[in-house]
Structures are given as structure tokens and as C-alpha cells.
């Protein structure tokens, strides 16, 4: 993946001298902005904070208290908190326009906003005694995201706020690692009000990813690229892309191409101008392990613990020789499902089985023509779902 964001670069590099300066389109500044200055910039209050988990990792959330048309007051507001998907952070949902966005929408709607970022992403890199370039501290997978991040993010926003339940929201492995904590960890699911899941995702026996299929077939030799450690960190060709590439309406058809290969989205539905954005924030890595625990998924159709390769490692882990299953059945929070006819991660057919499965489920929208990023970043998500998540919040406070 990183040689093809070295072809990707040179493509530019060939292609500049035949596009004239006065072609481009002028670049968002956010495409330059970590996620705070994002946040500020729009004229919204930031807040960030460490949260370290029980196994040392140190996570950065993000928070903003109150919207434009709001004072920060003491009255308690409805805490919500979002948790993005795989090669993503919080970054995905303040990335569109403040009408466009779900973090900001729900500022605005009087929520006391939280947004996570999962371990090893570009915001997330650090632990309390591992170093970053060690294999330690790359062995996690989803498991350890809904084990150790999801209980340590949401305890420290109870004490922060005062306030026992909140609502979560997840898009894609958001999803993931809330379907494994709240049916393993039934103190943590009675602090959820409402889940909301949007393209959720527990198994990908049928998905048509090409990021999948590409790194399964490839998969040897993703480990002797990349070794045990990271996937897809967020680099200076991120930043090269987006400012460069994304802002020359010639090439920009590189940068749809490149998102699409990741997730997938809508070109009817995805707002161009704001590519740079996307792929200057985006991919922001996981670990190697993380992929491989999905091509895992991928190759048995099954919703399990990470594989750790041999019987001793797993007894280790697990106390049984082979990864348990989890059980979604066994969640009894209350749910609600958007998922997308066209989506190549969340395909259709693997909703179907997952949906038999959720025992509280209060609602499920079918969204034709929806593919995996349009959940998020989509023109018309405001009135598809992000006016209905609020309306949700407002009848259940």
C-alpha cells in the first residue's frame, strides 16, 4: 500500500507540468489541522484528554461540551460518544462542514460531545513503558480495542461528566468492538442508553472490499512488509495527496480512486471538495495484528477472539486451545441499524445475519445506494441519519 502511495505521488509528479495553477481548487485549510484546531476553527469549544487503559496504552479523546448557540452552563447535558472505524479516528466525524458533520450537529442539538480514538492510530501512539517500534506494542487486534479502550474511554467520561449512562455511536469497527464489550461486559453495556450502529460490522464473509480481498491474497507478504507492527500509518504522503494531488481537478480522480480501495463510498453522494480533508487525515494506521485478526474473519465467516497461531498461545489467552466465539445474542442494549444496499465492507447479505441476532433492536433503516464511508461523510447523511440519531437522543434524555 505504501508503494502505491509512492505511484500515486509520481502520477503527480508527471501530472502537474499539464495542469495550470489557475485549475486547482484551493485547499481546505483543515487539510493542514490536527483535530482540536479542526474543532476550534469551525468556532466550537475543544477539549482533549489522555485516557490510559489497564494495559498501558495511552488514548487522546476529544470533547466538545457545548455547541455554537450554547453557553457552557452546569446543566447536565446528554453525554453521546463516537467511536470511528477501521483506519479512521475521531478525526471522521468533524471532517465535513459543521451542517454536515455529526459531532458538530450534535453540539448543536445541546449534546455534551465525545469522540475516541482507538490505539495506534494517528492519535493514539503511545504507552505507558512500550515503545512505539516494538512488537509489543503492536500485538493488539479488535479484541484488546473492546477489552481495554472502549471501558477505560467510557469510565473516564463518567467521572468527567458526572453522569452514569451516555449514548454510543459507531461506524463500521466502531461497531465491532461495541458488539464484543457490551455482550462480554454487562457493567459497561447498562451504562449505554442507546447504541447506534451505523454499517456495522461483525463478520465479512461476504464482503467485496478490495482492501480485504487485496490484503488476503497478499497476506505473506503484507507480514514481510510490514513485519508484526503497524498498517497504514497516516504519513507524509497523506498530507502529499490531499494538499497536492486532491486540489487538481485533473487528479482528483486518483484520490477518489485511493478511498475507494480503502472502504467505498457513493461519487454521487461524496463532496468532492473536501477530498483533501479526508485523505490528509486518512488512513491513520492499526496494527498489523488488527488486519490480520479481520482476514481471519474474512476467511471463516466467524465472529472470534484473535487466532494466536498455535494451541500454547491460545491457552495462554484464552484458556482453551482455540479462539472463543463471541456471542451477540448476549447484548441486551438498545439498538438501532443503518446499513447500505451497496456497501463492500457491510455487505448486505452479512447484516442479514447479523440483525436475527441483536435481541434489543428498536429500529433499522435500509439506505439504497450507500456504501461504507457514505455513513459518514455522505451530502445528504444529515437528513438520512444524523437528524434521526438526534431525534432519538431528544425522546429518550
Given at each position: 500500500?505504501?508503494?502505491?502511495?509512492?505511484?500515486?505521488?509520481?502520477?503527480?509528479?508527471?501530472?502537474?507540468?499539464?495542469?495550470?495553477?489557475?485549475?486547482?481548487?484551493?485547499?481546505?485549510?483543515?487539510?493542514?489541522?490536527?483535530?482540536?484546531?479542526?474543532?476550534?476553527?469551525?468556532?466550537?469549544?475543544?477539549?482533549?484528554?489522555?485516557?490510559?487503559?489497564?494495559?498501558?496504552?495511552?488514548?487522546?479523546?476529544?470533547?466538545?461540551?457545548?455547541?455554537?448557540?450554547?453557553?457552557?452552563?452546569?446543566?447536565?447535558?446528554?453525554?453521546?460518544?463516537?467511536?470511528?472505524g477501521l483506519l479512521t479516528t475521531?478525526?471522521?466525524?468533524?471532517?465535513?462542514?459543521?451542517?454536515?458533520?455529526?459531532?458538530?450537529?450534535?453540539?448543536?442539538?445541546?449534546?455534551?460531545?465525545?469522540?475516541?480514538?482507538?490505539?495506534?492510530?494517528?492519535?493514539?501512539?503511545?504507552?505507558?513503558?512500550?515503545?512505539?517500534?516494538?512488537?509489543?506494542?503492536?500485538?493488539?487486534?479488535?479484541?484488546?480495542?473492546?477489552?481495554?479502550?472502549?471501558?477505560?474511554?467510557?469510565?473516564?467520561?463518567?467521572?468527567?461528566?458526572?453522569q452514569e449512562k451516555l449514548y454510543?455511536?459507531?461506524?463500521?469497527?466502531?461497531?465491532?468492538?461495541?458488539?464484543?464489550?457490551?455482550?462480554?461486559?454487562?457493567?459497561?453495556?447498562?451504562?449505554?442508553?442507546?447504541?447506534?450502529?451505523?454499517?456495522?460490522?461483525?463478520?465479512?464473509?461476504?464482503?467485496?472490499?478490495?482492501?480485504?480481498?487485496?490484503?488476503?491474497?497478499?497476506?505473506?507478504?503484507?507480514?514481510?512488509?510490514?513485519?508484526?507492527?503497524?498498517?497504514?500509518?497516516?504519513?507524509?504522503?497523506?498530507?502529499?495527496?490531499?494538499?497536492?494531488?486532491?486540489?487538481?481537478?485533473?487528479?482528483?480522480?486518483?484520490?477518489?480512486?485511493?478511498?475507494?480501495?480503502?472502504?467505498?463510498?457513493?461519487?454521487?453522494?461524496?463532496?468532492?471538495?473536501?477530498?483533501?480533508?479526508?485523505?490528509?487525515?486518512?488512513?491513520?494506521?492499526?496494527?498489523?495484528?488488527?488486519?490480520?485478526?479481520?482476514?481471519?474473519?474474512?476467511?471463516?465467516?466467524?465472529?472470534?477472539?484473535?487466532?494466536?497461531?498455535?494451541?500454547?498461545?491460545?491457552?495462554?489467552?484464552?484458556?482453551?486451545?482455540?479462539?472463543?466465539?463471541?456471542?451477540?445474542?448476549?447484548?441486551?442494549?438498545?439498538?438501532?441499524?443503518?446499513?447500505?444496499?451497496?456497501?463492500?465492507?457491510?455487505?448486505?447479505?452479512?447484516?442479514?445475519?447479523?440483525?436475527?441476532?441483536?435481541?434489543?433492536?428498536?429500529?433499522?433503516?435500509?439506505?439504497?445506494?450507500?456504501?461504507?464511508?457514505?455513513?459518514?461523510?455522505?451530502?445528504?447523511?444529515?437528513?438520512?441519519?444524523?437528524?434521526?440519531?438526534?431525534?432519538?437522543?431528544?425522546?429518550?434524555?
Amino acid at each position: 500500500m505504501q508503494c502505491l502511495l509512492v505511484v500515486v505521488s509520481l502520477t503527480f509528479l508527471l501530472g502537474i507540468k499539464h495542469c495550470s495553477p489557475r485549475s486547482r481548487r484551493d485547499v481546505n485549510l483543515e487539510a493542514k489541522m490536527n483535530i482540536s484546531e479542526i474543532i476550534t476553527y469551525w468556532g466550537y469549544p475543544s477539549e482533549d484528554y489522555e485516557v490510559m487503559t489497564e494495559d498501558g496504552y495511552i488514548l487522546l479523546i476529544y470533547r466538545i461540551p457545548y455547541g455554537k448557540n450554547h453557553t457552557n452552563n452546569s446543566d447536565p447535558k446528554p453525554v453521546v460518544f463516537l467511536q470511528h472505524g477501521l483506519l479512521t479516528t475521531a478525526s471522521s466525524w468533524i471532517s465535513n462542514l459543521p451542517n454536515n458533520s455529526l459531532g458538530f450537529l450534535l453540539a448543536d442539538a445541546g449534546c455534551d460531545v465525545w469522540m475516541g480514538n482507538s490505539r495506534g492510530n494517528t492519535w493514539s501512539r503511545r504507552h505507558s513503558f512500550l515503545p512505539t517500534d516494538s512488537d509489543k506494542y503492536w500485538a493488539f487486534s479488535f479484541d484488546e480495542m473492546a477489552t481495554y479502550d472502549l471501558p477505560a474511554t467510557i469510565d473516564f467520561i463518567g467521572k468527567k461528566t458526572g453522569q452514569e449512562k451516555l449514548y454510543y455511536i459507531g461506524h463500521s469497527q466502531g461497531t465491532t468492538i461495541a458488539f464484543i464489550a457490551f455482550s462480554t461486559l454487562p457493567r459497561l453495556a447498562q451504562r449505554i442508553k442507546i447504541f447506534f450502529a451505523l454499517a456495522p460490522v461483525i463478520t465479512i464473509r461476504n464482503t467485496t472490499s478490495p482492501l480485504i480481498k487485496m490484503a488476503y491474497a497478499l497476506r505473506s507478504l503484507l507480514l514481510v512488509i510490514s513485519g508484526k507492527r503497524e498498517f497504514l500509518r497516516n504519513s507524509f504522503f497523506n498530507q502529499f495527496i490531499g494538499t497536492k494531488i486532491c486540489s487538481v481537478p485533473r487528479l482528483d480522480i486518483i484520490c477518489r480512486s485511493f478511498l475507494f480501495l480503502l472502504c467505498g463510498f457513493d461519487i454521487k453522494n461524496l463532496n468532492i471538495s473536501r477530498l483533501d480533508v479526508y485523505l490528509s487525515q486518512n488512513p491513520a494506521g492499526t496494527s498489523v495484528q488488527n488486519m490480520l485478526h479481520w482476514l481471519q474473519a474474512y476467511s471463516t465467516g466467524d465472529f472470534k477472539a484473535f487466532d494466536w497461531g498455535n494451541r500454547d498461545l491460545n491457552m495462554m489467552h484464552f484458556d482453551q486451545s482455540t479462539p472463543p466465539a463471541y456471542n451477540v445474542s448476549e447484548m441486551h442494549v438498545s439498538t438501532a441499524v443503518w446499513s447500505g444496499t451497496k456497501d463492500l465492507l457491510a455487505d448486505p447479505d452479512d447484516i442479514k445475519e447479523l440483525l436475527p441476532k441483536i435481541t434489543n433492536l428498536i429500529y433499522h433503516k435500509i439506505i439504497p445506494s450507500y456504501n461504507h464511508l457514505d455513513f459518514i461523510w455522505a451530502m445528504n447523511v444529515t437528513w438520512e441519519i444524523f437528524y434521526e440519531i438526534i431525534i432519538m437522543i431528544k425522546k429518550t434524555v
